[in-house]
């Protein structure tokens, strides 16, 4: 099972540059969410989507974007790329607990 | 508003000895709580779960946590850590049926020292 699959493991942006990071589960899960993760502060939850069509920021959303087209898949866009975003980001879907991607990790240069 | 509270951010303890991790919530209803485990450079694996039913969970790799009310509490226990313990630890809240959102707390780094 492949469970939640992110994409890409790893980038480099330039300031201004745009982005999105993928996210993919195959687990049928209605709910399905992005983190972002900064040493010492947690996962801070970016935005939600409760299933296909509908989304809902979270507790830091500011320069990011979301779409849900799909049960399966829910990516994240990044417009306009600044260093604060520099971080480690997570998918995550769910039932009851929740499932976690292996993370993308992003640097804004 | 919920929140998760983790107030130890480092613990250090030796091979063998008990551990305690806490974990203190602010929810209005009883919520769903989870334990979840990070070694680094990966995701979060799920430890245990608590919805409802007996207070005491027991997990993965040894671990249990006890849902305490009165004290909104969560806290992750085991009675002798292994090296390979050492990672990070979070806890997390889950709005239950009435909330969509799913908030974690800042972690706690565990130190295994020989």
């Known amino acids: 099972n492949a469970g939640v699959t992110q994409t890409p493991k790893f980038r480099i942006l330039k300031i201004g540059q745009s982005m999105t990071l993928q996210c993919t589960q195959d687990?049928?899960?209605?709910?399905m969410y992005w983190y972002r993760q900064d040493p010492g502060m947690g996962l801070k939850l970016i935005y939600y989507?409760?299933?296909?069509?509908?989304?809902d920021k979270g507790e830091v959303p500011n320069g990011y974007n979301v779409s849900r087209s799909t049960t399966e898949d829910f990516p994240l866009r990044l417009e306009l790329a600044a260093p604060s975003q520099t971080s480690v980001y997570f998918c995550?879907?769910?039932?009851?607990?929740?499932?976690f991607g292996q993370g993308t990790r992003l640097t804004v240069v | 508003a919920q929140s998760v509270t983790q107030p130890d951010i480092h613990i250090t303890v030796s091979e063998g000895a008990s551990l305690e991790l806490r974990c203190n919530y602010s929810?209005?209803?009883?919520?769903?709580l989870f334990w979840y485990v990070q070694s680094p450079g990966q995701g979060l694996q799920l430890l245990l779960k608590?919805?409802?039913?007996?207070?005491l969970v027991q997990g993965i790799k040894g671990f249990e946590a006890e849902f305490k009310r009165s004290q909104s509490s969560f806290n992750l226990r085991k009675p002798s850590v292994h090296w390979s313990d050492a990672a990070e630890y979070f806890c997390?809240?889950?709005?239950?049926?009435?909330?969509?959102?799913?908030?974690f707390g800042t972690g706690t780094s565990l130190t295994v020292i020989p």
């Open positions: 995550a879907s769910r039932n009851t607990e929740a499932f």
């Open positions: 687990m049928n899960h209605n709910y």
């Open positions: 989507s409760v299933g296909a069509g509908i989304t």
């Open positions: 929810y209005g209803a009883t919520p769903y």
């Open positions: 608590y919805f409802s039913g007996d207070t």
């Open positions: 997390a809240v889950d709005g239950g049926n009435t909330g969509n959102q799913f908030y």
